[in-house]
Each structure stands twice: as structure tokens, then as C-alpha cells.
């Protein structure tokens, strides 16, 4: 998820006041960025820093993300003819820092033990940033145009799929252990157009990624509905939001495939003895079952206490437990 801006001193103090695409850009201070989480809080992996949007931005579609709004297009992709500005992503060529920033971050964490985990956004999250312009709502542009127009809809998000692939590919190829692909906001679509309009494009990155032998995380908010789907698109790991606990997850994923979640990262800005049921409530619905990665439902929110987190992580470390898999049920 988003997290290091999101509550770390340290991270305000060298990130700077400009684009996060600046500092993206700027693979020292990028890998500083990927390693302050993992020693302030010891988690178990690292995420990468960076952003969905790259992709797009480096091939110059005309994406920033603005301070406390999210990513901006200045020219929304508004028909056929704007198909021209979405070509091949090239990660060596196109954005030759974020691989110096994997392969720096990789280098550093292999003496620590701990994995980097590479990621993108899925074609339906991405696309919905380029047709809305900005973080929507309502995703009605969206809607809207895989109803109106499945053939020119099938195309952008191929195009999105490929640019993943690539994007993914070279992360792995530069020492990324694991990926996630982020598909945030897909809980906004029922699932009858989950499948038929979404499901295509991220099987397709899902199954290109799973030639390179990583586990693959694919994650959304709000998709309790979507969940079994979001699975069968090719996921080695679900990711689960705060509003389906893990038992029932479980049930509605089905078996051979792991869990990832899901505390609800409000309960971080209430005391400690509010995180800390939280955590154990978390634990419990997931009863041992060894196929389960601890972790938020969504990113830390912004005035989170580092304390809470780091006692979070400790609890975690301290109290999972994980039973032989026939035990766990
Ligand atoms: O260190 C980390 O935080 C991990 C790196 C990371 C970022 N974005 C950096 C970032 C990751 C994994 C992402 C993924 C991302 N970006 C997603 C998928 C995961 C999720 O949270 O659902 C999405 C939907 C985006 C798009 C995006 N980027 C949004 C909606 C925003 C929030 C704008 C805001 O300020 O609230 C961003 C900006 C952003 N990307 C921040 C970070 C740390 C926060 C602001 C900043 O420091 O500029």
C-alpha cells in the first residue's frame, strides 16, 4: 500500500515538498524511502517505492500526482485516437532509475534477509485514472466506456496489461522476490462486469507474471464480491480489506490460495489496546492457517502514530501462529 508518507517523521524529513514523481526519479533517495519502513517497524518485506501512475508518466501520458489529491492527468484518454499515447513501456529505457532503485534496494536488504516486493496497478485501476483525470468516486467515465465501447475498452486495457507486464518483468529481473498487483478501486464494478470487462486483462499479467516463478499478490478495497474472481485471475495471494474477515475470505476465495490482511488501519489511530484487539481479531479469523500474510486492509492513514505500528508488528510476531494446514481447516 501507500505507507511510508503516510506516517513516518523520517519519510517528511527527506522527501521534500515537490512531486513524489521527483522523488521516485531519484533512486538514492528512493531506496532510503523502501529501507525506513523495514528498520523502523521490522516488517517481514519491504515494498518498493514508487507509484501506479509510473508507468504512464514515464512514457509521457501527462500524469502527476498531486500532495493530498492523488494522481492528475492533464489530458484525460477520451477516445480512439488517444490509444497513440499510451505505447510500450520500456523500463531500461523509459524509466532506467526505478531499475537502479530495485537493484539498489535489493542489494541492501540481502543482508538483512528481507524480500522486496515489486508491484503495479492493474489495467482497470490505471485506466480508471486516465479516463476520470483524478481519484473519483463514481468512476462513471469508466463505466461508461466499457459499456458504450468493449472493443476500444479490451484495447486500452490490453495496453495497460502490457505496460504491467513490462513494468513487472523488469522488476523481477532486477531481484524483486514477490509482486502485487494493485487493483484498488475494481470494487467499484459489480461482479457479472468484473469478469467480463476486468478479469481478461489482469489474468493476462497475472499468467505473463507467473512464468517468472514469484508469488503473486493481487489485491483491491471494497471487493468482498469480487474476491473468488480477483483469485482465479491467476493469484498466488488475495488481498482483503478490513470488511470480510479472514475466515470467511477463506471460505469465499476457496482453498490453494493464501490470504493478505486485514486490519482496519482506522483502529491504528485509536489506542493501543483498540490496535492491538484489532490485530488479535485478525489472527483469530485466520485461526493458524499458514497461508496468510499479515498486513493492513488498505494503506496506513497519514496521522498514524509510528509507536501503534511498530507494537502492531511486534503483536504480530509474537502471537501469529501458524498450525499444520489439515489443523488450521
Ligand atoms: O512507500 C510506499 O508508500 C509504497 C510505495 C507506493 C506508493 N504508491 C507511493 C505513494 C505504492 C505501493 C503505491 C501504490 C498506489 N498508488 C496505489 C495502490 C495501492 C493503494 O494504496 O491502493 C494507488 C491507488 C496509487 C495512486 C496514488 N498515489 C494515490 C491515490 C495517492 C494519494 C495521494 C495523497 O497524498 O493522499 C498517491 C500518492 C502517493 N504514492 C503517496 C505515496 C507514499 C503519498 C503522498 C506523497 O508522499 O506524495
Known amino acids: 500500500m501507500r505507507q511510508a508518507g503516510r506516517s513516518l517523521p523520517e519519510y517528511r524529513a527527506i522527501r521534500g515538498t515537490g512531486s513524489i514523481l521527483d522523488a521516485i526519479r531519484d533512486p538514492e533517495l528512493s531506496t532510503e524511502i523502501t529501507l525506513q519502513p523495514v528498520r523502523r517497524y521490522g516488517v517481514d518485506a519491504a515494498i518498493f517505492y514508487s507509484d501506479i501512475v509510473v508507468p504512464a508518466y514515464a512514457i509521457g501520458f501527462g500524469v502527476e500526482v498531486v500532495p493530498g489529491v492523488g494522481p492528475v492527468v492533464a489530458e484525460p484518454f477520451a477516445g480512439r485516437a488517444d490509444l497513440e499515447r499510451l ?84 522488476q523481477v529481473a532486477h531481484g524483486a522476490a ?38 503473486r499478490i493481487h489485491f483491491g478495497v471494497g471487493t468482498g464480491e469480487l474476491l473468488a474472481l480477483m483469485g482465479a485471475a491467476g493469484a498466488d495471494v488475495v488481498g482483503v480489506d478490513w470488511r470480510v474477515p479472514l475466515d470467511e475470505a477463506r471460505r469465499r476465495v476457496g482453498p490453494g490460495r493464501a ?10 489511530l485509536a489506542s493501543w489496546e483498540v490496535a492491538a484487539a484489532g490485530t488479535r481479531a485478525v489472527l483469530a479469523a485466520n485461526a493458524g492457517h499458514p497461508g496468510h500474510v499479515f498486513n493492513l486492509g ?31 481447516g
Not at 526505478?98 to 485506466?127: N, Q
Not at 490470504?259 to 491504528?268: E, F, M, V
Open 259 to 268: 490470504l493478505q490482511g486485514n486490519l482496519d488501519p482506522a483502529l491504528c
Open 87 to 170: 505505447r510500450p513501456y520500456e523500463p531500461d529505457v523509459d524509466a532506467p532509475w526505478v531499475i537502479e532503485t530495485v537493484r539498489s534496494v535489493v542489494g541492501a536488504l540481502a543482508p538483512l534477509g528481507v524480500p522486496l516486493i515489486g508491484f503495479a496497478g492493474a489495467p482497470f485501476t490505471v485506466a480508471s485514472y486516465l479516463l476520470e483525470g483524478r481519484p473519483s468516486r463514481t468512476y462513471a467515465r469508466t463505466k461508461a466506456l466499457m459499456h458504450e465501447d468493449p472493443v476500444l475498452w479490451a484495447e486500452l486495457l490490453d495496453r495497460l496489461a502490457d505496460q504491467a507486464i513490462a513494468s513487472l518483468t523488469a
Open 178 to 215: 514477490a509482486v502485487q498487483l494493485f487493483d484498488s478501486w475494481a470494487g467499484a464494478l459489480s461482479a457479472a462486469d468484473y469478469e467480463r470487462f476486468v478479469l481478461p486483462a489482469s489474468r493476462k499479467v497475472l499468467d505473463a507474471v507467473g512464468e517468472l516463478g514469484v508469488p
Open 298 to 328: 488498505h494503506g496506513v492513514l497519514p496521522e498514524t502514530d509510528p509507536e501503534i505500528l511498530e507494537r502492531v508488528v511486534a503483536l504480530v510476531h509474537a502471537e501469529g501462529r501458524v498450525l499444520p494446514v489439515e489443523a488450521a
